[in-house]
């Protein structure tokens, strides 16, 4: 055999590979619906149409309802977060989220400057799409099998073939279809809460420094495309203590941006504690939909007004689907928090 057949024959052999795992891997790969990090949807959003992002941890999806905040003001918004997602993990999404989408504002929960790494940091990586954003964090954030399941997909997921489902091959194959909660995640549970308290701050110092320097590479990336990003924190019962709250105000203020603390209006957005939170740290569906509500109307202070580029049936839709899940929920007795049981 010619050497020419040979470098054609191990060309086919590439191609045939290339085309396998271009079609076994979506298909392998778990699909993601809620709990954040919901890229698969979010590629379906009609490009440019978004006015706000948000992006952070969990303290994001479950906190902020877009369909509330589009009927409040006609601003077309998206939840883009991850769990536990820690500020480097942010830093990428912002810039991939940006490859799709031109957003004046963004909004970035600023407690995954204080979470500690966890399992769920492969949660965040595995569902980015591949390119600069991923490969970046993969190299930088990851080790071990970790690292070689992102980097190798069929490594991860090979032996889930008897566990695939209809929607698997229909997702995997045509694609996710557009989110009906625009990447938040509707929580019905309820702790009831006695009373406010301290957060628990597991990192140290030195890792805090690390992921802190990625607030100016935020703002710098921010000022690069015309974008006006809002640091923030979730109005929660369990509070950040004085010291942790003075030390990420002033690494802000040192970049000229302020930290917008919604613990400061908490009274003013009538939160009941015995029925409006999930745990201590996030809301449910009651909460999340006060706090929408009083976003939405302080929007205007970072200049935040309707861009007009928005499917208004197909907000209606989410707004109509937000509403029946609630009205469902309403019906029925308080589900208490199984931690909480």
């Known amino acids: 055999m010619s050497l020419k057949k040979e470098l054609l024959g191990l060309f086919c ?32 959003e009609p490009a440019d149409s978004a006015d706000v992002l948000f992006f952070g941890s969990s303290l994001a999806y479950c906190d902020i309802v877009p369909s509330v905040i589009y009927e409040e003001t006609g601003v077309v918004s998206f939840v883009m977060a991850g769990p536990t997602q820690p500020l480097p993990v942010t830093y990428r999404y ?22 500690k790494r966890d399992r769920s940091l492969k949660v965040n990586l595995t569902f980015l799409p591949w390119g600069a954003e991923r490969l970046s964090l993969i190299l930088e954030e990851t080790q071990g099998s970790d690292r070689t399941g992102l980097l190798f997909p069929l490594y991860a997921y090979h032996d889930r073939w008897d566990e695939l489902s209809l929607r698997d091959l229909k997702e995997g194959i045509l694609g996710y279809e557009e ?16 009373d406010l308290s301290l957060r628990k701050v597991e990192v140290t110092a030195e890792e805090y420094e690390q992921d802190a320097v990625f607030l100016k590479k935020i703002v710098d990336f921010c000022e690069e495309q015309g974008i006006r990003p809002v640091f923030f924190l979730s109005p929660l019962p369990q509070r950040l203590s004085e ?14 941006q302020e ?44 200049g935040v007004s309707p861009g007009g580029k928005g499917d208004d049936s197909l907000w209606q839709w989410r707004a109509a689907h937000f509403d029946d899940l609630r009205k469902e929920a309403d019906s029925k007795p308080l589900r208490l928090n199984p931690a909480k049981e």
């Open 13 to 44: 052999l590439l191609l045939a590979l290339v085309l396998f795992c271009a079609v076994t891997v979506p298909v392998l790969t778990p699909k993601r619906h809620d709990y954040g990090a919901v890229w698969g949807m979010y590629e379906q």
């Open 179 to 194: 989110d009906p909660l625009a990447g938040y995640t509707f929580l019905d549970e309820v702790m009831p809460i006695e």
């Open 259 to 302: 930290l917008v603390d919604f613990n400061e209006d908490f009274e003013e957005m009538g939160f009941a504690l015995s029925t409006d939170f999930y745990d201590p740290r996030h809301l449910n569906y009651r909460g999340a939909e006060k706090f929408s509500r009083y976003l939405a109307q302080r929007l205007p202070e970072w």
């Open 243 to 256: 010291e942790w709250h003075t030390r990420i105000t002033e690494d802000l203020e040192a970049l000229d």
């Open 94 to 115: 912002l810039r991939e989220a940006c490859k799709t989408q031109s957003p004046k504002t963004v909004f970035i929960e600023v407690t995954g400057l204080v979470l």
